[in-house]
């Protein structure tokens, strides 16, 4: 169903099923990450080499020359920036970094801060390249952000905007898309708007759970996606002004929502790594690591529901098998030092929820992760 949400000047409507998908998936994650007890540290290189990505990405919009910006020195600490080019980045770091609260209002003045966060010591005198603002500028640090230096109808529009941003109605994501496109028409500001779009619109997803330790990259999955730039263009190229403001966004907003799918996608691929290296993955033989792709990829989650029903010993007998492709009894009673009828009553109550399955027979009996059944009961 299409929900139209009335504003004074902005044309936005959207399809609330759009979403299912995206928060079946962020659902998954979740339940992944909180079962294996993922923490932030443990997607530390993950979320650098996401950082890294972003930063190179998003210096097209203030280094359209393309002068070579040593990211990774600056990022990591090993380089002072000497250039107004390199203290950008560093600048922009910083606020990409901060930004996991995402509490903040959208005002006016939060935009302005970020315009002061973005050009901290770049008014200062610095071999620079052209970057610093001019004093009458809304860019300057000096000027009051409650000045109404904007032009009467972009402010009516841009009030209505953040107006947007602010509602607790809408999902994150269609904020997040309609804010870009409309910020980015509108273009308020002298300079740097597709960096204000973008840096509000990643707040806006990380402000709706959306974003894993900063493991988004809406830049990359979302706004350069080929299909987000040619609808993009189409809606923005209008001949006037008004067309471009009333274009209907509808299947622009659908096309960011794929985006955002894939970039969740590429979370929970790094999420599933990181389990993957705490049990040794590169330790298994081709089998096991099959066995434990299986449990990771497919079993985990269509048996998330089951697994609440499991003891802690439970868990642990699974995650095991999984590992290791199959093991029999006797391999689990020194691991939990509890007697065979025990561990027993385990794999029995394994095989009801057909969590397992079991090959062979006395001695020769094995319990293997349920590879022949449908998953679903």
Known sequence: MTKPVHFHKLNVSYTAEDLDDVH?????????IAYYEVQAS????????????????LSVYYNPEKTKIPFEELIFGDKEPEYDLEQLTLN???????????????????????????????????AGVGLRMDTDSLFAASIDPH???????????????LKMSNSKEMPAPVKAWYFYYYFNVLKPFESN????????????????????????????????????VVLYDQLSGADDMEKRLQADLQDFCKTCHIGLLNNIMQTKDAV??????????????????????????????LHKDKLGQLSPRQHEMML??????????????????????????????LLDMKLLDQRGGG??????????VPLED
């Open 24 to 32: 079946a998936e962020i659902q998954e994650i979740q339940d992944f």
């Open 42 to 57: 443990m997607l530390k290189r993950q979320a650098k080499q996401v950082h890294l990505e972003e930063l190179e990405l």
């Open 92 to 126: 922009l770091s910083g606020i990409l970094k901060s930004m996991p609260g995402g509490k903040e209002d959208f005002t006016l003045a939060y935009l302005h801060k970020i315009q002061v966060a973005l050009h901290h010591l770049l008014l200062q005198q610095a």
């Open 147 to 161: 000045q109404d230096i904007l032009e009467k109808d972009t402010k009516v529009w841009l009030d209505e905007l």
């Open 193 to 228: 708007n597709e960096l204000l779009a973008y840096i509000v619109c990643k707040n806006l997803l990380i402000a709706g759970g959306y974003d894993f330790f900063l493991t988004l990259n809406p830049e990359r999955f979302v706004f350069r996606d080929k299909a987000v």
């Open 272 to 301: 599933t790594q990181v389990v993957r290296d705490q049990l040794d993955y590169q330790t298994l033989t081709p089998r096991q690591k099959n066995s434990l792709n299986f449990w990771l990829e497919k079993a985990f989650f």
């Open 320 to 349: 095991l098998i999984a590992k290791y492709g199959s093991l029999s009894n006797k391999d689990l009673v020194p691991v939990f030092m509890v007697d065979r009828k025990t561990i027993q009553r385990d794999f029995n109550a």
């Open 363 to 372: 001695r020769a009996l094995k319990y293997y992760i349920n590879l022949r």
